[in-house]
């Protein structure tokens, strides 16, 4: 035996020690330490249990599937932090942001970095046809503002006092942009836009009583699911009866926790069918439930389907494409509830579904 | 295949040396990290377990002193009786904020009463107040159970903040509620934990994490439900050996609370994150590396000790190898490289010695001999004394230099064809030349052998212009010699065919001699015949005559007058001359059936099995008329049986005769007795002997040599032939393959002694000898 023998023993032991595949990693971003958290944690948990099932299955062209999680705390300094990071861990993609707020922040990022950025519930007008690394599961907030003006129209309210998070202004300010023009165009008015700082010491008190203090026959809230159950204490308290709604974005399950009985018959839209009976909607809410102790809430949803582009786009690449590319080319996608096609800007239309609480609960409204 | 590397020996032994420190290393090594390690992983286990559950200990305690602050406001509260003190109380017990961020009093129905709330937060008291908490899940649980309940992760209805709710529920369906920060949790584990070296995380019934000791990085980055740690522990299965989490591999410890229905999860690092190992493997990697350095340095040093002697002795060598003289040979402080020395020495004298001896006998050799360099043109290497004196050329003149420069050849091309004689030995002769020109004829004898890496030719010459004369001289004398041998041969060879023509001469006259022999001896016999048929037929002839003439007269008397007396005398002439006629005529009958049977047996050469006895027997039988009127006598000595031979009666049965005859006419002549003994017998090579002996007068010795000899007779012109013996002896040599042999003394008797095969040689019928 001699040398050249030997080093190529040595060679296959060291080689013979490392795994044949490296895990390929799939970034999260989103709040988890602050009032938004629930929804973070919702797309959190979600896509642990996409990267669980999707591992089980024997992963992706047979490598498996590393999760990376980083908190943005809602604070563009961390989530720029955060980003650096998953970076820096070489992900495939991020999951994630879960507000328009954090999208204005990380999205200059990825593109610059070219790592595809797949949000699960951000609408903000801001980001709608652009051809970024930037891909939207939900629908734009100006459709979705138009539906709410409809449907509040419908139901009868004419002056409409709205109280909207300046944090998240990206989202608010266009939804409120959106609906303002749909409902005035109805033929409504806009009694009162009061906009608020959502903080730990915020006096939500007295943003109500600006909001009372226009007469209006409806509240609108555009917040966090926090926030609206605190405006919403407020409401109860100051004009009991008074009709309310709150955009989809604080449709969770901490607003009934939170709002309790001064929660009941608010309207809110849903990005997805909570009373869906469909077989694989119930195994994917029954298995979450179990596994978190908790029902999927809308930000679990939109995630898990962000799971399901993302992976089917991965799985089905091409040698020299890009993931972006492949995102892009290889729609649509058997979501959840809904089948995603993106248009070339990375958006896709979603269905709302409106609900209103009744008895601690979202009842779909027929 | 591949050539093999040759290396110095002082990197060889380098290399020994460190192989040899690093092997044993190695071996320690991994010994010792072979069984440290699972020991100490073993230990690591047992330390997280340890830590796990002392922290539980004291995360109780702590948190147990926050229960007791809340079970002591409850005493207070119940004695308060407007919504003003019991926010006052409240808000003292909340303090600063750092252990509560709020503490609501919340009706049965869930409503806020009352509420203290830190210093910071407190504009936002008045918006709690009358809020409904009834839907939370810390309520519900409160209402259900009515105990001291440590909640989840939950959003504060304060704040919005995330937080941790402990609810305690007080006389009547009030209940109080406080909102822990995480920041409090965070510092209550981590002063739990104190100095220990495991990461812990405080994970809550849905298996978020709440605190850890790493600052709260991990909070809200992970659900821990789902790793197989947390499954195992909620199944109260053993736990893997090492959890992953958060990039990092852990030995595992799960301790619950069952006060705070809470789980401690800890993990003291795994594999090379753990101090410990790490310090383990480095230590031996650090002796490694240290055995390797110092063995570097002492492995050359050594190496180039050792190795200094061995460079000097191959230098020395190398100088004898050159022929230069060299002084001493080296010695050193190893005993096995001064034996080298010592021996080297020897061998280097040795080759000295005989390379003077190799010299001294080349110079010493009559033969004129060279050596040439095969590979540079037959460059003359050395030339010894013979050579200089037979060329009469010096060495200084020719060594270096080809033949062909100096002239040696008289013609090249003899010394092409040389060359071209089959390798590795050149034999031929050449014309070569002197230093003074002369030219002469030499045999030259060359032969190719290889020294080492150069091939010489060593070439040895021999004069051989006087032996070519001799040479000449020798031939010639040889042509004369054989001119004079061819002569003599040729007289010989016509003195030789007269001497045939001579013999063959002789043989006709032989031939012509027993003819007329024989025809001698046929009218021998036929006169023998007719002398013995005569009487008897003369008696009886002349009786038929007397009586016709008997006859004639008795008719005369008849026709006279017959009387009785002449019919009476006629009757009785006739009765005489019948009875004279009868007896000669029977006597001739007898004669001529005698003559028959004799030459019936004589002539008849036919083959068959006999006994000797029978042959003997038969002629003497035959013999016997003839010997009755002798006074001889015969004397037989043959067994009967037991002497059979396959053979011809008749030859034998005459050669008997002839003998017989032989001794009456020629041993008994003129004697008035004689006896003849026939003897036979087997000799002890199994040969039948038959001897004949008489006593007789015997043959003169002069006579005895030529007895068997034709017509050998001493009674020539007395009716013998002299070819009885001749034809006895014919007949026992050619045609019974036998022997016949005398003895005889003169006034003794002879003696004839037959020896015969059993079985004759078969011979053809037609056999012309017999």
């Not at chain 1, 906009?195 to 730990?200: G, I, K, L």
């Not at chain 1, 020299?320 to 892009?328: C, G, H, I, N």
Request: hydrophobic share 45%.
């Amino acid at each position: 035996m001699n040398r050249r023998d030997w080093l190529a023993v040595t060679a296959g032991l060291a080689l013979a020690g490392c795994s044949p595949e490296q895990p390929l990693r799939i970034g999260f971003i989103g709040g988890l330490s602050d009032r938004g958290s629930d929804v973070g944690e919702g797309g959190r948990n979600a896509l642990m249990l996409a990267v669980e099932q999707r591992n089980q299955a024997g992963g992706i062209k047979g490598r498996k599937i590393e999760l990376v999680v980083q908190d943005d705390g809602q604070n563009p300094e961390k989530a720029t932090t955060a980003i650096g990071a998953l970076v820096a861990a070489r992900v495939q993609a991020v999951v994630g942001p879960f507000t328009s707020a954090m999208s204005a922040v990380l999205v200059p990022q990825v593109n610059q970095a070219r790592l595809v950025l797949i949000s699960p519930t951000v609408t903000g007008t801001a980001f709608v046809g652009k051809d970024d690394y930037f891909i939207r599961i939900n629908s734009a907030a100006a459709e979705n503002a138009h539906s709410y003006a409809q449907q509040m129209y419908r139901r009868g309210q004419r002056r409409v006092a709205v109280a909207y998070d300046m944090r998240n202004l990206s989202y608010t300010g266009a939804w409120l942009e959106a609906f303002r023009v749909r409902f005035v165009a109805l033929g409504g008015r806009m009694a009162v836009e009061v906009p608020f700082e959502s903080q730990s010491d915020t006096a939500f008190s007295q943003v109500m009583r600006k909001l009372l203090a226009a007469k209006p026959d409806g509240l609108l809230f555009i917040a966090t699911a926090v926030d609206t159950a605190r405006l919403a204490q407020q409401g109860s308290k100051m004009a009991p009866g008074l009709p309310m709604g709150t955009s989809e974005w604080s449709g969770s399950d901490a607003l009934i926790e939170l709002g309790g009985s001064a929660v009941e018959g608010m309207l809110v839209a849903q990005s997805y069918n909570r009373e869906d009976s469909s077989a694989r909607y119930r195994q994917f809410h029954d298995l979450y439930q179990a596994r978190f102790g908790r029902v999927p809430g809308y930000s679990a949803v939109n995630a898990y389907d962000a799971a399901i582009v993302l992976f089917e786009a991965m799985s089905r690449m091409q040698g020299s494409e890009s993931l972006k590319e492949a995102v892009l080319k290889y729609g649509p996608y058997d979501g959840l509830q809904q089948s995603i096609q993106f248009d070339r800007f990375g958006d896709t239309p979603r269905q709302m579904f409106f609900t209103e609480i009744r008895g601690g609960r979202f009842v779909l409204l027929k | 295949m591949m050539r093999e590397r040759i290396w110095p020996l002082r990197s060889v032994l380098s290399a020994l040396l460190v192989i040899t420190m690093l092997v044993t290393f190695s071996i320690v090594g991994g010994v010792i990290l072979l069984v440290r390690i699972p020991q100490l992983q073993k230990e690591s286990r047992a330390e997280v377990t340890r830590e796990v559950r002392e922290l539980t200990v004291r995360v109780e305690i702590l948190l147990g002193a926050l229960e007791s602050q809340m079970s002591f406001l409850s005493q207070t509260l119940q004695k308060s009786a407007s919504v003003r003190e019991a926010n006052a109380v409240l808000d003292r017990a909340t303090g600063d904020g750092h252990e509560f961020r709020a503490i609501y009093l919340v009706s049965g129905k869930g409503t806020v009463l009352a509420a203290g709330v830190a210093p910071d937060l407190r504009p936002g008291r008045e918006d709690l107040l009358g809020s409904d908490l009834s839907a939370t899940q810390l309520f519900v649980l409160a209402r259900k159970r009515r105990q001291v309940i440590w909640g989840d992760k939950v959003l504060s209805a304060l704040s919005g903040a995330v937080t941790v709710g402990l609810v305690y529920p007080m006389a009547g369906d009030r209940i109080l509620l406080a909102e822990v920060p995480l920041s409090y949790l965070l510092s209550t584990v981590e002063l739990a934990a104190g100095q220990r070296s495991s990461s812990i995380w405080l994970v809550d019934r849905i298996g978020e994490i709440i605190a850890d000791t790493q600052d709260g990085r991990t909070v809200g980055a992970a659900n821990m439900q789902t790793l197989p740690i947390m499954q195992a522990a909620l199944r109260g299965e053993e736990l893997p050996r090492v959890f992953s989490f958060g990039g990092r591999d852990y030995y595992p410890a799960v301790a619950r609370s069952q006060k705070l229905d809470w789980y401690f999860v800890a993990g003291q690092p795994a594999g090379w994150a753990n101090q410990q190992i790490r310090s383990a493997v480095l230590f031996v990697v650090a002796g490694f590396a240290g055995s390797l350095l110092v063995g570097l340095l002492l492995a050359t040093f050594w190496a180039a000790w050792l190795a200094r002697p061995l460079g000097r002795i191959v230098k020395r060598a190398d100088q004898v190898t050159r022929g230069e003289s060299i002084g001493e040979w080296p010695r050193g402080r190893v005993a096995e490289v001064n034996h080298l020395s010592a021996d080297l020495e020897k061998m280097a004298n040795a080759l000295q010695e005989r390379e003077q001896k190799s010299q001294a006998i080349f110079n010493t050799s009559p033969v004129p001999m060279a050596v040439a360099d095969v590979d540079r043109q037959f460059v003359l290497l050395d030339v010894n004394e013979a050579w200089c004196r037979e060329f009469g050329r010096t060495r200084e003149t020719v060594l270096g230099r080809t033949g062909t420069d100096i002239g040696l050849w008289h013609s090249l091309d003899e010394r092409q064809a040389l060359m071209r004689e089959g390798l590795p030995d050149v034999r031929g002769e050449a014309r070569l030349v002197r230093g003074d020109g002369t030219v002469f004829l030499c045999q030259t004898f060359g032969r190719r052998v290889r020294v080492g890496e150069s091939r010489l030719m060593i070439w040895a010459t021999v004069d051989i212009s006087e032996l070519r004369r001799i040479e000449n001289e020798l031939r010639q004398l040889n042509a004369e010699l054989e001119a004079r041998v061819s002569n003599r041969t040729q007289a010989l060879a016509s003195l030789n065919d007269e001497l045939t023509r001579v013999i063959a001469h002789l043989r006709q006259t032989q031939g012509d001699l027993v003819r007329s022999e024989k025809m001698a001896a046929l009218g021998s016999l036929v006169a023998g015949v007719a002398h013995e048929l005569n009487t008897p037929l003369g008696n009886s002839l002349m009786v038929a005559t007397s009586l016709t003439h008997e006859a004639h007269e008795f008719r005369g008397l008849i026709q006279a007058g017959l009387r009785r007396s002449d019919l009476e005398k006629f009757v009785s002439g006739v009765e005489q001359a019948a009875d004279i006629a009868t007896r000669n005529l029977q006597r001739a009958a007898e004669l001529v059936s005698s003559f028959k049977q004799v030459a019936v047996d004589q002539t008849s050469s036919q083959r068959r099995f006999f006994e000797l006895a029978e042959v003997v027997e038969e002629m003497i039988t035959s013999l016997r008329p003839t010997l009755r009127r002798t006074p001889y006598k015969i004397e037989v000595e043959v067994p009967p049986a037991g002497l059979l031979l396959d053979s011809y009666p008749g030859p034998l049965g005459q050669t008997i005769g002839n003998l017989i005859n032989n001794a009456v006419l020629h041993g008994f002549d003129g004697r008035a007795h004689g006896t003849i003994r026939i003897v036979g017998l087997r000799d002890q090579d199994g040969l039948i002997v038959l001897r004949l002996s008489d006593d007789g007068k015997g043959i003169p010795a002069a006579l005895l040599p030529r007895i068997f000899d034709p017509f050998m007779t001493t009674r020539m012109g007395r009716g013998g032939t002299g070819l009885g013996l001749n034809i006895a002896y014919n007949a026992v040599v050619n045609l019974l393959g036998g022997t016949l042999t005398v003895r005889s003394e003169e006034g003794l008797g002879t003696t004839f002694e037959l020896r015969l095969p059993p079985k004759a040689p078969r011979i053809s019928e037609a056999d012309p000898r017999v």
